[in-house]
């Protein structure tokens, strides 16, 4: 696999780490036609006097930012981005391993606040984020290689452990549950093993969770991706020797275990959703490659892009647009590329991929979150000297918007 440019990839406890060097110059945006290119940087927000957190201004180092488009052939990150009620909500983890929650109100307003309970030294991995039933429920790796919720109801911020020290050795998972009701999570455990956690007992807000392991120790060699599919409840994650391993819950609660891909196929967390077409899980292949698997009588492979254009877990969703009578579906993946550019594939019913860049060089410093929000694209990312970018564009069209809503030395994972 490819060295990532100015920076270090080691394996660290089963997994992917970047180690960041410091770089020399700020991120620039694309040219607006042609070869990607070199641009004016963009400058932090500032900010106002605290309303509910702090609050960051409307415009927040708004820039409109013309990505190329390039038709490409066609034969999961430091921050965590998900849509509360119509608008964005962020969580990243903050200096001194601490937790910080963004959201936007209207008109455009983000807000900014360290989560009650998530002070500096609870946070030891990047946030998984997730809107449940309008709860707000932020996932981490807390002390002690420990897991914990953050849970937001009404205002309310209330911590949850859900399973205690020597238990956790990645960034967690958590999505919502609907044929049961509540969240659920999923982390890397002890030895390199998978484990899946829920809900035994719930009184009043308080709550026992029951530890269930899904693959024996050896099996997990990344932290995994959560969330509902075709199949069931599913979990993602990279395998051994560099495999690429499904798993599904069945309604007794036994999990099945499918390989995607052979050893040699996987070499990043992967990313796990409902697409057109199926369940799909998007991971970075062999040769800093883009891979998609789709099952469909089987899981089925498709090269997004060939070698050397991801250089991060990538993430991985379903867009919508309406068409008159109709609603139009589309695949879309965002994944950090080459030299720290923010590149993101989109598909519909055509078989050639689409690739926009709404951040240039040196601009994306993690691997992305993504999702559709109100009718927006939107691209959450950790950027240059670890500052925290927010993305969005109308979906399928071609100019982003870029908002920088933290400057330097803000944002880690």
């Not at 070199?38 to 500032?46: D, I, L």
């Not at 455009?108 to 990047?126: D, K, L, R």
């Not at 932020?138 to 859900?162: C, F, H, R």
């Not at 009043?204 to 959560?226: C, N």
Request: aromatic residues 10%; negative net charge; hydrophobic residues 40%.
């Amino acid at each position: 696999m490819f060295t990532k440019p100015q920076a270090l990839l080691i394996r660290h406890r089963g997994r992917v780490r970047h180690l960041l060097v410091p770089r020399s110059c700020p991120p620039c945006a694309p040219a607006a036609e042609g070869p990607v290119g070199n641009s004016t940087a963009t400058t932090g927000p500032a900010r106002t006097r605290p309303v509910t957190g702090r609050v960051l201004t409307k415009a927040a180092a708004a820039v409109a930012v013309a990505a190329f488009v390039l038709a490409v052939a066609g034969p999961a990150t430091a921050v965590s981005l998900a849509d509360q009620q119509n608008l964005p909500e962020i969580a990243a983890e903050g200096p001194s391993n601490s937790l910080d929650y963004y959201y936007q109100s209207v008109p455009g307003v983000w807000h900014e606040e360290q989560v009650p309970g998530g002070g500096p030294g609870t946070t030891y991995s990047a946030p998984s984020l997730a809107q449940v039933g309008g709860t707000t429920v932020i996932a981490v790796e807390g002390p002690d290689n420990s897991l914990s919720d953050y849970v937001e109801t009404g205002g309310t911020w209330q911590e949850q452990q859900v399973a205690g020290s020597g238990t956790t050795f990645s960034a967690p998972s958590v999505t919502g549950d609907t044929a049961n009701g509540g969240w659920r999570n999923a982390a890397e455990g002890l030895n390199n093993s998978l484990y899946f956690y829920y809900p035994a007992f719930i009184f009043h807000g308080f709550t026992i969770w029951r530890a269930q392991q899904v693959a024996k120790p050896g099996t997990t060699y990344s932290a995994p991706s959560l969330a509902e599919t075709y199949q069931g409840l599913g979990i993602a994650a990279e395998g051994s020797g560099n495999s690429l391993d499904f798993y599904v819950r069945a309604p007794s609660g036994a999990w099945t275990p499918q390989q995607v891909a052979a050893g040699g196929k996987a070499y990043s967390a992967p990313s796990l959703a409902m697409v057109p077409g199926g369940t799909g899980i998007a991971v970075e292949g062999p040769a800093n490659s883009l891979m998609l698997y789709l099952y469909a009588n089987g899981w089925q492979p498709q090269q997004v892009a060939a070698g050397n254009v991801a250089h991060s877990a990538p993430a991985l969703v379903q867009l919508t647009q309406p068409d008159g009578m109709f609603t139009l579906l589309y695949t879309a993946i965002a994944v950090e590329g080459p030299a720290g550019f923010l590149d993101v594939y989109t598909k519909g019913t055509s078989p050639t991929w689409q690739l926009t860049v709404p951040g240039g060089l040196n601009s994306t410093w993690s691997a992305p979150s993504l999702a559709q929000i109100d009718g927006n694209t939107a691209i959450a990312a950790q950027g240059w000297a670890n500052s925290l970018d927010y993305y969005y564009q109308p979906t399928l069209s071609v100019t982003w918007t870029l908002q920088q809503l933290a400057g330097r030395g803000t944002t880690y994972g």
